[in-house]
């Protein structure tokens, strides 16, 4: 199984500040395809995960373009380039090239 | 629009079953295929499996083998999630999640509730 780690596991940031999550695989996440399914989510209490980034730097539809991803092979990173009130909660990142599916132990956003 | 919707909450005794659903709509449901992933109180996101909306085909995660199946209703669109043979452990959020190289659409969770 290809385990996903993130750290840091909490990140306190000041509002209009950025902040940034490191992501690696324990292997390359480049598929045959030549695609590389590395995605993001963003999860607040009581609902469920959302989207925000999918193939290391794809925004979904919606998603405000402060969040950026990056990487390649088996470092990825999200960056927020001015924290929001909104943003807090936990952000995961999560593989799709191989089954298992697996996701990062989950990286906690709060305000300072 | 895509929506996943699923079944309410449920509360089940040690040993018992339980099966959730996964409604689809808002795009073409053999195009696509549905994990389930698990959130336990407190805890991340635990991916359960996968299955196929256009052939069946399933991937399920090596602890679960032999106590969870997938099933898909193309006339409903429709996919389930049956987990056996239950323990406190189980207790958990239930997530159906389209997956075609991402987690794109999720539903809103199922909480069951494993208790005696």
């Known amino acids: 199984d290809i385990v996903m780690t993130q750290t840091p596991l909490s990140s306190p940031v000041t509002l209009g500040q950025p902040a940034s999550i490191s992501c690696r695989s324990s292997?390359?996440?480049?598929?045959?395809?030549?695609?590389?399914?590395l995605s993001w989510l963003h999860q607040r209490p009581g609902q469920p995960p959302r989207p925000l980034i999918y193939?290391?730097?794809n925004r979904f539809s919606g998603v405000p373009d402060r969040f950026s991803g990056s990487g390649a092979g088996t470092d990825f990173t999200l960056k927020i380039s001015r924290v929001e009130a909104e943003d807090v909660g936990v952000y995961y990142c999560?593989?799709?090239?191989?089954?298992?599916?697996?996701f990062g132990q989950g990286t906690k956003l709060e305000i300072k | 629009q895509v929506q996943l919707v699923q079944s309410g909450a449920e509360v089940k005794k040690p040993g018992a079953s339980v099966k959730v659903s996964c409604k689809a709509s808002?795009?073409?449901?053999?195009?696509?295929?549905i994990s389930w992933v698990r959130q336990a109180p407190g805890q991340g996101l635990e991916w359960m499996g996968w299955?196929?909306?256009?052939?069946?085909?399933?991937d399920y995660a090596q602890k679960l083998q032999g106590r969870v199946t997938m099933t898909t209703d193309t006339s409903t669109t429709t996919v389930y999630m049956e987990l056996r043979s239950l323990i406190s452990d189980d207790t958990a959020v239930y997530y159906c999640?389209?997956?075609?190289?991402?987690?794109?659409?999720w539903g809103q969770g199922t909480l069951v509730t494993v208790s005696s």
């Open positions: 999640a389209r997956d075609l190289g991402s987690f794109d659409y």
């Open positions: 808002g795009y073409t449901f053999t195009s696509y295929g």
């Open positions: 299955i196929s909306a256009y052939n069946g085909n399933t």
């Open positions: 292997q390359s996440l480049v598929h045959s395809d030549g695609n590389t399914y």
């Open positions: 193939k290391i730097s």
């Open positions: 999560t593989q799709a090239t191989q089954f298992p599916r697996t």
